[in-house]
């Protein structure tokens, strides 16, 4: 057979949509009722869980990020009160990290696709994955509890001693709330590195494994390593806050600085738990709309490692203006440009996969191209703020706000939708409307431009964040902002709309709809309960497609 | 389109009144930008980059025009380089900053002191000639000042746009900043760290001004009392003048010179006796006994405000005998009227 009769097979089209049925039996209808759903053990059924209760919360701090906007439209603090609007970002800062960016790739795409990827049945642990899911539902309701009984306004960051003596609103709620949630997030993470490294199908080494798995145990090291610190911080304010043990507390020989330090050995590791999930998915969509193996796979796969492992030695570099030793600010900062490099790495290495690949433009790859123009943005500024002197200018204002946002929402959320869009016909069986679905993908780049360009400026200028009100001069950019906020919204809101509505009347998808060549697109859509009818034995690379032009021909010859 | 002549008013005085660039008024200022400007192309050339990747391979091996994708494992030259410049880069802006931060945080031997307490939601800012400002600062320009900072509640961060500089008021330590203003005129002081209901409110002007219109402020705003002769005022009623009098049966050591002195304590450690260290050995006194000394001098937190702490400092600062200290001594001894101020001591 020619090189060129076999390629004809790899062109990616849709499969014939009309031949494509939907399987009889699959992991959704294989039990009913609510109980089989309350009760599951089915990564792939948590895993939907996951994806209502955090597509929930995601709009719930969407509308606190609204709030914000509408309130900044004007320089008067004329929409609501102050403390009203303190609550409002504070909110939204815990909603957004807590309850979406942290859970979102890992537990909802990750849970799905892991043990699908690797070829296994479940996870290692089911019961601790649907206790995962169950203490980010109690956390989730705490934080609910917390808002509607009056709210929060500490600022997701939780600063000693405003948080532990100076603050009467429902501190300690919304402190169990994220404590009892970091746990979801500690086991979500042990469960994915047991799996990872126990349960691999036979012939999938390790460097046969979907970069999307590497990223998320690259994640999940952070998870588990990281989060205890967080939760040992919150229980020190809530104790500061009902016995006043003093650990925070100058006056009693006690150090403000502390809770500083160990609030950002999480929470700086914490973006890297949100971003590499998101660079997970990103190497997979590139790769299957280019028909290319990702450039330098090893490389991609141990620039994970090492952002998960650098990312552990640079959290001093959130205090730089807090009177840490100029000494220690120097190593800090050096630490961050090096965690900066294999940022870089994986950039340049997605844009070369496209070289000589055979592009096509579906929705995820729309979004995959969003996320690479944003997170470039979004990480070259962060070297801005890593780099000392210009930190001391930048830091603590709408610069550091608009950075953020460019690596969370420009990067992570693109990632994620992205990635919602890849694998909904498998998680679903189902097609969206490909227009609208690119669309939504090129207003939610617009608008989310015009929102976060501004704040740059903003920053430079010396708006602080956090503010209710601001000098009139700065009026301009924030309209420009709030304007951007409201595209932004809409952009976020039609897969919300499209998606529901293909439950029922998108087109049937079949198992491979992308002639993807992961594990996952070789079973049917939606998968059984036990995912695989036998062991899968893997015998080619990730990102194979000349394997995957073989087994349809194989599959040709067999059915003519 | 017709657009009303008031809407057009409005619109152009709108946009004739917004920023885009904050002003260069301290001598940073150029530094911090030309920072800025590097990395602002670092990023600029980066983005376009990606951007001719991306766009380009796509348009080129679209489908459409390369059916047919050639499989490619990698190039370890290729990773190389894209490893090694953005390093390279990173590294020249890492030295850059830190040159930066050295400059904006380590202030010239010649700076004049200011001294500022932040607080739920004020700047109050105390000039040693016994100028009392809040909400307002003003300087000369041409002149390096140093701001020495505290807060009396919650964390607070004082952030002068116009001049590239920002630090954090901490509670319970001296924080400081310097700048030298270029030019005079008035600029915004913002509080940048998120500090409870008001923290927009917690702002405030500095005003540079010429060293004339500076000093003719000075005279005509100053309460009459520098900072140091409220301090002298402290020390009396606080009684600190039975122990520390620097006569040879004082139970206290002699403060005479003592500020920039080298001390040595009990526990046997050298300290440098700076602002930090004479408020910390008030509040804490247990912790800071002089060698020589008993541990007998009690505790004076939470008797004391930020304020009076720096009212002290400065005051013991400018003691280079204990001829004043004996002087108020013996006053207070014969019983005639001491030069006490009711309601200096703030809680």
Same mark, same amino acid.
């Given at each position: 057979?020619?090189?060129?009769?076999?390629?004809?097979?790899?062109?990616?089209?849709?499969?014939?949509?009309?031949?494509?049925?939907?399987?009889?039996?699959?992991?959704?209808?294989?039990?009913?009722?609510?109980?089989?759903?309350?009760?599951?053990?089915?990564?792939?059924?948590?895993?939907?869980?996951?994806?209502?209760?955090?597509?929930?919360?995601?709009?719930?701090?969407?509308?606190?990020?609204?709030?914000?906007?509408?309130?900044?439209?004007?320089?008067?603090?004329?929409?609501?009160?102050?403390?009203?609007?303190?609550?409002?970002?504070?909110?939204?800062?815990?909603?957004?990290?807590?309850?979406?960016?942290?859970?979102?790739?890992?537990?909802?795409?990750?849970?799905?696709?892991?043990?699908?990827?690797?070829?296994?049945?479940?996870?290692?642990?089911?019961?601790?994955?649907?206790?995962?899911?169950?203490?980010?539902?109690?956390?989730?309701?705490?934080?609910?509890?917390?808002?509607?009984?009056?709210?929060?306004?500490?600022?997701?960051?939780?600063?000693?001693?405003?948080?532990?003596?100076?603050?009467?609103?429902?501190?300690?709620?919304?402190?169990?709330?994220?404590?009892?949630?970091?746990?979801?997030?500690?086991?979500?993470?042990?469960?994915?590195?047991?799996?990872?490294?126990?349960?691999?199908?036979?012939?999938?080494?390790?460097?046969?494994?979907?970069?999307?798995?590497?990223?998320?145990?690259?994640?999940?090291?952070?998870?588990?390593?990281?989060?205890?610190?967080?939760?040992?911080?919150?229980?020190?304010?809530?104790?500061?806050?009902?016995?006043?043990? +003093? @650990? /925070?507390?100058?006056?009693? !020989?006690? =150090?403000?600085? $502390?809770?500083?330090?160990? #609030?950002?050995?999480?929470?700086?590791?914490?973006?890297?738990?949100?971003?590499?999930?998101?660079?997970?998915?990103?190497?997979?969509?590139?790769?299957?709309?280019?028909?290319?193996?990702?450039?330098?796979?090893?490389?991609?796969?141990?620039?994970?490692?090492?952002?998960?492992?650098?990312?552990?030695?640079?959290?001093?570099?959130?205090?730089?203006?807090?009177?840490?030793?100029?000494?220690?600010?120097?190593?800090?900062?050096?630490?961050?440009?090096?965690?900066?490099?294999?940022?870089?790495?994986?950039?340049?290495?997605?844009?070369?996969?496209?070289?000589?690949?055979?592009?096509?433009?579906?929705?995820?790859?729309?979004?995959?191209?969003?996320?690479?123009?944003?997170?470039?943005?979004?990480?070259?500024? +962060? @070297? /801005?703020?890593?780099?000392? !002197?210009? =930190?001391?200018? $930048?830091?603590?204002?709408? #610069?550091?706000?608009?950075?953020?946002?460019?690596?969370?929402?420009?990067?992570?959320?693109?990632?994620?939708?992205?990635?919602?869009?890849?694998?909904?016909?498998?998680?679903?069986?189902?097609?969206?409307?490909?227009?609208?679905?690119?669309?939504?993908?090129?207003?939610?780049?617009?608008?989310?431009?015009?929102?976060?360009?501004?704040?740059?400026?903003?920053?430079?200028?010396?708006?602080?964040?956090?503010?209710?009100?601001?000098?009139?001069?700065?009026?301009?950019?924030?309209?420009?902002?709030?304007?951007?906020?409201?595209?932004?919204?809409?952009?976020?809101?039609?897969?919300?709309?499209?998606?529901?509505?293909?439950?029922?009347?998108?087109?049937?998808?079949?198992?491979?709809?992308?002639?993807?060549? +992961?594990?996952?697109?070789?079973?049917?859509?939606?998968?059984?309960?036990?995912?695989?009818?036998?062991?899968?034995?893997?015998?080619?690379?990730?990102?194979?497609?000349?394997?995957?032009?073989?087994?349809?021909?194989?599959?040709?010859?067999?059915?003519? | 389109?017709?657009?009303?002549?008031?809407?057009?008013?409005?619109?152009?005085?709108?946009?004739?009144?917004?920023?885009?660039?904050?002003?260069?008024?301290?001598?940073?200022?150029?530094?911090?930008?030309?920072?800025?400007?590097?990395?602002?192309?670092?990023?600029?050339?980066?983005?376009?980059?990606?951007?001719?990747?991306?766009?380009?391979?796509?348009?080129?091996?679209?489908?459409?025009?390369?059916?047919?994708?050639?499989?490619?494992?990698?190039?370890?030259?290729?990773?190389?380089?894209?490893?090694?410049?953005?390093?390279?880069?990173?590294?020249?802006?890492?030295?850059?900053?830190?040159?930066?931060?050295?400059?904006?945080?380590?202030?010239?031997?010649?700076?004049?002191?200011?001294?500022?307490?932040?607080?739920?939601?004020?700047?109050?800012?105390?000039?040693?000639?016994?100028?009392?400002?809040?909400?307002?600062?003003?300087?000369?320009?041409?002149?390096?000042?140093?701001?020495?900072?505290?807060?009396?509640?919650?964390?607070?961060?004082?952030?002068?746009?116009?001049?590239?500089?920002?630090?954090?008021?901490?509670?319970?330590?001296?924080?400081?900043?310097?700048?030298?203003?270029?030019?005079?005129?008035?600029?915004?002081?913002?509080?940048?760290?998120?500090?409870?209901?008001?923290?927009?409110?917690?702002?405030?002007?500095?005003?540079?001004?010429?060293?004339?219109?500076?000093?003719?402020?000075?005279?005509?705003?100053?309460?009459?009392?520098?900072?140091?002769?409220?301090?002298?005022?402290?020390?009396?009623?606080?009684?600190?003048?039975?122990?520390?009098?620097?006569?040879?049966?004082?139970?206290?050591?002699?403060?005479?010179?003592?500020?920039?002195?080298?001390?040595?304590?009990?526990?046997?450690?050298?300290?440098?006796?700076?602002?930090?260290?004479?408020?910390?050995?008030?509040?804490?006194?247990?912790?800071?006994?002089?060698?020589?000394?008993?541990?007998?001098?009690?505790?004076?937190?939470?008797?004391?405000?930020?304020?009076?702490?720096?009212?002290?400092?400065?005051?013991?600062?400018?003691?280079?005998?204990?001829?004043?200290?004996?002087?108020?001594?013996?006053?207070?001894?014969?019983?005639?009227?001491?030069?006490?101020?009711?309601?200096?001591?703030?809680?």
């Amino acid at each position: 057979m020619s090189a060129a009769s076999i390629s004809s097979n790899t062109i990616l089209n849709l499969p014939d949509q009309r031949t494509a049925t939907m399987p009889k039996r699959h992991y959704i209808n294989n039990e009913d009722g609510l109980l089989s759903w309350l009760l599951t053990g089915d990564h792939k059924r948590i895993a939907l869980l996951y994806l209502i209760s955090i597509t929930f919360f995601f709009f719930i701090g969407g509308a606190f990020a609204g709030l914000i906007r509408l309130e900044l439209l004007t320089p008067q603090p004329d929409l609501v009160a102050s403390d009203t609007y303190n609550k409002f970002f504070t909110m939204h800062g815990i909603i957004m990290i807590f309850l979406f960016l942290v859970p979102s790739v890992p537990a909802t795409l990750g849970n799905f696709l892991i043990p699908i990827m690797i070829g296994a049945k479940d996870l290692a642990f089911p019961k601790i994955n649907l206790l995962s899911w169950y203490l980010y539902i109690i956390g989730g309701t705490l934080t609910l509890a917390a808002l509607v009984l009056g709210g929060v306004d500490t600022g997701w960051t939780f600063t000693t001693p405003l948080s532990t003596h100076y603050l009467n609103t429902h501190v300690v709620t919304a402190a169990t709330a994220i404590f009892i949630a970091g746990f979801a997030s500690i086991f979500t993470g042990l469960n994915f590195i047991v799996t990872i490294h126990r349960m691999r199908a036979p012939g999938m080494t390790w460097f046969r494994m979907p970069l999307f798995v590497w990223a998320n145990y690259a994640a999940s090291i952070l998870m588990v390593l990281g989060t205890p610190v967080l939760a040992i911080a919150i229980v020190l304010v809530a104790l500061e806050r009902l016995i006043g043990i +003093g @650990v /925070f507390d100058p006056t009693k !020989g006690g =150090d403000p600085l $502390l809770f500083q330090h160990l #609030f950002w050995f999480y929470s700086h590791p914490a973006v890297y738990i949100m971003i590499l999930p998101g660079m997970g998915v990103i190497s997979e969509v590139i790769s299957t709309f280019s028909r290319k193996r990702v450039f330098g796979y090893t490389a991609v796969a141990f620039s994970s490692v090492a952002i998960a492992v650098f990312g552990f030695f640079v959290w001093a570099h959130h205090m730089f203006i807090m009177g840490v030793s100029n000494y220690s600010a120097l190593v800090f900062s050096l630490l961050t440009m090096l965690v900066a490099v294999p940022s870089a790495i994986k950039i340049f290495n997605w844009a070369f996969t496209l070289q000589k690949g055979s592009i096509t433009f579906e929705t995820p790859m729309i979004y995959a191209f969003g996320f690479m123009g944003l997170f470039t943005i979004g990480g070259l500024t +962060g @070297v /801005f703020l890593g780099s000392l !002197g210009m =930190d001391i200018h $930048l830091t603590e204002t709408y #610069f550091i706000v608009a950075h953020f946002h460019y690596v969370m929402v420009g990067g992570m959320l693109m990632a994620f939708l992205a990635g919602i869009h890849f694998w909904w016909p498998k998680m679903t069986g189902r097609m969206y409307s490909e227009p609208l679905s690119k669309l939504s993908a090129v207003v939610s780049f617009i608008g989310f431009n015009l929102t976060f360009m501004p704040q740059f400026i903003l920053g430079y200028l010396g708006m602080p964040r956090r503010y209710h009100a601001y000098p009139p001069e700065f009026q301009v950019l924030n309209v420009l902002s709030t304007a951007g906020a409201t595209v932004l919204g809409v952009g976020f809101t039609l897969p919300l709309l499209y998606l529901a509505w293909s439950l029922k009347y998108g087109e049937i998808a079949g198992s491979n709809p992308w002639q993807a060549t +992961g594990l996952e697109w070789q079973i049917q859509s939606p998968p059984l309960t036990e995912n695989f009818t036998e062991v899968p034995v893997i015998d080619y690379e990730a990102y194979d497609y000349e394997w995957l032009e073989r087994k349809h021909a194989n599959e040709v010859t067999t059915v003519g | 389109m017709h657009i009303s002549p008031v809407m057009w008013q409005f619109i152009t005085k709108w946009l004739a009144n917004s920023a885009l660039f904050p002003r260069e008024a301290s001598t940073v200022a150029p530094w911090a930008d030309a920072l800025y400007f590097f990395l602002v192309g670092m990023t600029v050339v980066g983005l376009i980059l990606v951007g001719i990747l991306v766009i380009g391979f796509s348009v080129r091996y679209r489908r459409s025009v390369h059916p047919v994708a050639t499989q490619i494992e990698g190039s370890t030259l290729l990773e190389a380089t894209w490893t090694i410049i953005p390093l390279a880069i990173f590294l020249v802006t890492f030295v850059w900053g830190a040159l930066l931060y050295f400059r904006i945080y380590n202030p010239p031997a010649n700076s004049m002191n200011i001294y500022v307490v932040g607080k739920q939601w004020m700047w109050k800012a105390e000039h040693p000639g016994g100028q009392h400002e809040i909400n307002a600062l003003h300087v000369p320009i041409g002149r390096p000042v140093q701001l020495t900072m505290i807060s009396q509640d919650v964390f607070h961060s004082f952030s002068i746009p116009d001049f590239r500089v920002k630090r954090e008021v901490i509670p319970g330590r001296y924080s400081t900043v310097w700048f030298e203003a270029t030019e005079a005129g008035t600029y915004h002081i913002f509080c940048t760290q998120y500090c409870g209901t008001k923290h927009s409110g917690m702002i405030g002007e500095v005003t540079a001004m010429t060293p004339e219109d500076y000093d003719k402020w000075t005279q005509e705003s100053t309460s009459g009392t520098s900072l140091a002769q409220n301090g002298e005022r402290l020390f009396a009623s606080m009684e600190c003048t039975a122990c520390h009098n620097g006569t040879s049966t004082a139970r206290g050591p002699s403060l005479a010179g003592v500020y920039g002195s080298k001390l040595t304590l009990v526990s046997g450690q050298q300290v440098v006796v700076n602002d930090a260290y004479l408020r910390d050995a008030i509040l804490n006194p247990s912790q800071h006994v002089t060698a020589g000394f008993a541990p007998i001098m009690p505790t004076y937190q939470g008797q004391i405000s930020e304020d009076g702490l720096i009212d002290l400092v400065e005051y013991i600062k400018t003691l280079d005998t204990n001829y004043r200290v004996q002087q108020t001594l013996g006053t207070s001894q014969s019983d005639l009227a001491a030069p006490t101020t009711p309601g200096m001591v703030k809680p």
